[in-house]
């Protein structure tokens, strides 16, 4: 069994993840996320259950939207009963079902490429808790909170490198072993989201923020913000927390860029 650490709790429920495994908050369109209240976990294939204990109360399919063409056409749902709160989970094949117990660890399915993933977008397993009379709505979900076990530190690094290239998407590491968004500044917080194409991120921590928008509580609403690499418009940059690495997203194809390619990342509010 892998070593899991706590990402977040509400009340008396932590949710856990294998250490090293990229997560997010915010780095989604979706309303649970704008909300505070869903995770991201980007397992390799088999999503593991992230609580201490539950019991699946129910499987369900319904039919998505298919916004990229390897997308399944049906999205599946499963609900965890946690006591005083429910867990619903997307995007991950059902290997369980009702009545079952679950364990932190255990394995509740593969992760499968939803329709509702735009073609930057890697499969992921979706967590949200919700209320127990209001299960699968996708607004009103029930706010989680961040936990993190040492504090983040380093320095804001506009400059990164190339070391991959995808069909809809580049791969960057900040030069110099510097922290990347994740790890901003030596206030000990971390920016989450995608930057601006979601119309918004989330800062996780404190500490004054040098990216433009603006900021409402924890979130940053980003519609004036427009990203450059190397002075060439970008749709925007997908941050994850738990890795250095981003996203540099084109507009269209990734053609311009190129492998140990250096890329001065510009912010501009216009």
Not at 44 to 73: H, M, Q
Not at 87 to 97: G, I, R, T, Y
Request: net charge negative; charged share 20%.
């Amino acid at each position: 069994m892998p070593e899991f650490i706590e990402i977040a709790q509400h009340k008396d429920i932590s949710v856990w993840i294998p250490k090293g495994l990229p997560y997010s908050f915010f780095n989604s369109p979706y309303p649970a996320h704008r909300e505070g209240g869903a995770i991201d976990v980007y397992f390799p294939s088999e999503a593991l259950f992230p609580c201490e204990r539950g019991k699946v109360i129910e499987v369900k399919y319904f039919r998505s939207p298919k916004l990229r063409k390897d997308a399944s056409s049906r999205e599946p749902m499963i609900l965890i009963d946690l006591g005083s709160v429910l867990m619903k989970v997307l995007h991950v094949e059902p290997a369980v079902n009702p009545g079952e117990h679950v364990f932190l660890g255990d394995p509740l399915g593969d992760i499968i490429v939803s329709g509702y993933l735009y073609k930057w977008s890697d499969p992921h397993a979706h967590f949200e808790l919700r209320p127990r009379d209001d299960p699968y709505r996708s607004r009103g979900t029930i706010p989680l909170s961040p936990t993190f076990s040492t504090p983040v530190r380093g320095s804001l690094n506009f400059m990164f490198r190339v070391v991959e290239i995808k069909e809809s998407y580049v791969l960057a590491k900040p030069i110099g072993g510097e922290p990347s968004l994740g790890a901003i500044g030596n206030t000990s917080f971390c920016v989450d989201g995608g930057i601006p194409h979601y119309g918004y991120y989330g800062i996780i921590g404190k500490g004054n923020f040098p990216i433009p928008g603006e900021v409402s509580g924890g979130i940053v609403l980003t519609d004036d913000l427009k990203i450059y690499a190397n002075n060439m418009r970008i749709r925007g940059i997908g941050t994850l927390l738990g890795t250095e690495l981003v996203k540099i997203i084109p507009i269209s194809t990734t053609d311009e860029f190129f492998k140990g390619e250096t890329l001065n990342i510009t912010f501009r509010c216009e």
